[in-house]
């Protein structure tokens, strides 16, 4: 018998259904509200300027982009009369946009005091650094708790306190993105270091290896780069071209990635990031505190705890999302498939009954 089980009716009153607390109708609609606006947003000019130079006698446009306290220049071609002109339309859309922005500025403001789940300042302030660079448009995912906390907003539920606390970001990706530029990919590493908020790389256990995480300097806080790990698992890392940077190889990673969904998250104007879909994001949670180490137990609980949250309120809006979920789960190894049954063991009852039920049917 399970903690989950002996204890279930005091973990109901913890995480558990009854503690469900679901937010108002009117914070659910302006939700949808501002997903559609940030899903649709025309550019805005925030950290964003053109700059004229001339080299050797000729003169160039360049378009300079701030992002955190570095700017970075991005030439754009030889002066001309047709140049200029996509310029002038460009700067006529960011004037266009400027009211669409200042309303999706109320519309996060209103969210917050509905009660919606808003990042803290320095969460905020990173993964708008990340959305500036363009790491969303090139494939990146939001897992882990940050991803967890969007799911909130998008379900209309209030989570409870304890499993939205956290102390990274991660953020995961492919091993290749084809619809990535490589001229428009974005630079994570350096994007992260040269934000000025005192990102500094996280040594590698094997000191040849490149780092894949970059933590805050005088906190906890770090952004760890995760992709789909392939064949034996050796750990090394993993280069991501259409991010410039490497990455840890995770297994069964790509349960996640094979679908991502758009959200919003209520910061300045709105940040539209790309996150698992609920149901896997659950599922994937089980399997995953079954393969922590022993000394994880604390973490291996918040995996279930995050996950019984997740199901309860799916099971009562959307379950069918849960049997999608658990049929893409049979084109996985029988290892992942062993372990996600030993982790709906750790579920309490009502959950376990339900999920194992359509599990064994499989």
């Not at 079954?290 to 137990?297: G, S």
Request: glycine share 6%; with cysteine.
């Amino acid at each position: 018998m399970s903690i989950y089980t002996e204890y279930y009716p005091l973990l109901r009153i913890i995480f558990g259904k009854d503690a469900m607390q679901r937010l108002p109708p009117t914070t659910q609609l302006l939700y949808v509200e501002l997903l559609q606006q940030c899903a649709t947003a025309l550019p805005n000019q925030r950290g964003i300027s053109f700059a004229r130079k001339t080299v050797s006698g000729h003169r160039y446009w360049y378009m300079e982009l701030v992002v955190g306290s570095s700017k970075r220049q991005f030439s754009l071609g030889r002066d001309s009369a047709a140049l200029r002109d996509q310029i002038d339309k460009q700067k006529a859309l960011y004037e266009e946009a400027a009211p669409d922005l200042k309303q999706r500025e109320k519309l996060v403001a209103m969210l917050v005091s509905g009660g919606a789940i808003a990042p803290g300042s320095a969460d905020g302030r990173v993964l708008e650094v990340l959305s500036q660079s363009g790491v969303f448009l090139a494939g990146g995912v939001l897992v882990g708790s940050h991803a967890f906390n969007t799911y909130g907003n998008m379900l209309g539920i209030r989570w409870d306190s304890a499993a939205m606390q956290t102390q990274d970001m991660d953020l995961a990706s492919r091993r290749q993105i084809e619809v990535a530029l490589r001229q428009d990919a974005p630079d994570v590493k350096s994007v992260l270091l040269e934000s000025g908020m005192g990102f500094f790389e996280v040594p590698a256990l094997n000191p040849k290896s490149p780092s894949t995480s970059f933590k805050l300097r005088r906190q906890e806080f770090h952004v760890d780069l995760l992709t789909p790990s392939r064949g034996a698992e050796t750990g090394e890392p993993v280069y991501l071209p259409h991010f410039h940077s490497y990455a840890h190889p995770m297994r069964f990673l790509e349960y996640l990635l094979d679908d991502s969904q758009g959200a919003v998250i209520p910061f300045r104007s709105g940040l539209f990031v790309n996150v698992p879909h609920p149901a896997r994001f659950a599922l994937h949670k089980l399997v995953v505190s079954r393969r922590r180490p022993v000394a994880q137990q604390i973490k291996a609980r918040k995996d279930v705890q995050q996950a019984t949250e997740l199901l309860n309120v799916l099971l009562e809006d959307r379950p069918g999302d849960i049997w999608i979920a658990l049929d893409a789960a049979q084109a996985m190894p029988d290892r992942f498939l062993s372990q996600l049954s030993e982790g709906v063991e750790q579920l309490p009852t009502e959950l376990r009954q339900a999920i194992g039920e359509h599990l064994r049917k499989l």
